[in-house]
């Protein structure tokens, strides 16, 4: 999505409809994405990387870092800004599966595939023993939702696809279900983060 072209909103088939801070994606690092690099101290895959935000900070900050995107534009941008990415779809093959200290699902990316369990259990077979994945949460209290999505940008609406969100309290039954626990939940920048590693 390009951000001069207008806005763009995530509608949900629960009626919730979201307004996509697509600026802030093709922006710099800002204080949230900032405290998620301080976090990573090995090589990290970023899932859903898009225009490239974090795997150029991670990649700024002396971080070993590939991002993922199946968006052939978004590699592209990504690659613009001096990162590593590859065009792919997560739950086929990567780059050195097993062995990233980091995993990073920002920006409702636990949403990706419609199935948070599902995401979540192929995080744990990218990372090596000792990795963390460390995802973006919905606030305390707005629970839980997984269904058909789709993209309004200006009059187009783009096809359907599953989506799902998790808030820090509802993170955990998956996280579960995919052999993780929660290790650490924190608020940066006004948004909520969780650090899931091995149970």
Do not use: Y
């Not at 199946?70 to 739950?91: E, I, K, S």
């Not at 187009?156 to 955990?172: E, I, K, M, N, Y």
Request: proline share 6%; charged share 25%.
């Amino acid at each position: 999505m390009r951000w001069r072209t207008g806005v763009h909103w995530l509608v949900h088939a629960d009626g919730v409809r979201r307004r996509l801070p697509v600026e802030r994606w093709h922006g710099p690092a800002e204080a949230a994405t900032v405290a998620v690099v301080a976090r990573c101290h090995g090589p990290t895959l970023d899932l859903g990387c898009g225009p490239g935000r974090v795997a150029a900070a991670l990649t700024r900050a002396g971080v070993t870092t590939v991002g993922v995107d199946v968006c052939a534009r978004a590699v592209a941008l990504t690659r613009a800004r001096g990162a590593v990415a590859v065009r792919a779809d997560l739950f086929g093959p990567l780059p050195a599966e097993g062995r990233w200290r980091h995993v990073v699902l920002l920006d409702g990316n636990i949403g990706i595939g419609g199935d948070p369990a599902r995401l979540l259990r192929r995080c744990r077979e990218l990372l090596r023993p000792d990795g963390a994945v460390l995802v973006e949460l919905e606030p305390p209290g707005s629970g839980a939702w997984q269904g058909e999505a789709h993209v309004v940008s200006g009059r187009r609406r783009g096809p359907s696809f599953g989506w799902a969100r998790l808030d820090t309290r509802a993170v955990h039954g998956p996280a579960a279900a995919a052999g993780l626990a929660v290790r650490d939940l924190h608020k940066a920048g006004g948004r909520w983060f969780a650090e899931l590693a091995a149970a």
